[in-house]
């Protein structure tokens, strides 16, 4: 059974996931509808970076950016 924090990154994790699969990249920053996925992603790239975040996470995040546009890759993952 998933933790309430668990449930919450997976929604969030699932949220992103849809809004690239519907544009092939990252919500723009300029746009205040979308700005908490994309503050999530980075704050997520951030964890990756500090080897915060478990393997599991790490292969979900690498999923995403594989679903971006090639020019904007995902960057500081081990």
Not at 19 to 43: S, T
Not at 53 to 74: G, W, Y
Request: aromatic share 8%.
């Amino acid at each position: 059974m998933m933790s309430v924090r668990e449930e919450k990154w997976m929604e969030k994790y699932q949220e992103l996931k849809l809004y690239i699969l519907a544009h092939g990249h990252l919500p723009d920053k300029k746009k205040v509808e979308n700005r908490g996925l994309l503050n999530w992603w980075k704050y997520n790239k951030k964890c990756v970076k500090q080897g915060k975040l478990d393997a599991d996470k790490v292969a979900l995040l690498r999923t995403l950016s594989d679903m971006r546009d090639e020019s904007l890759p995902f960057t500081n993952c081990p």
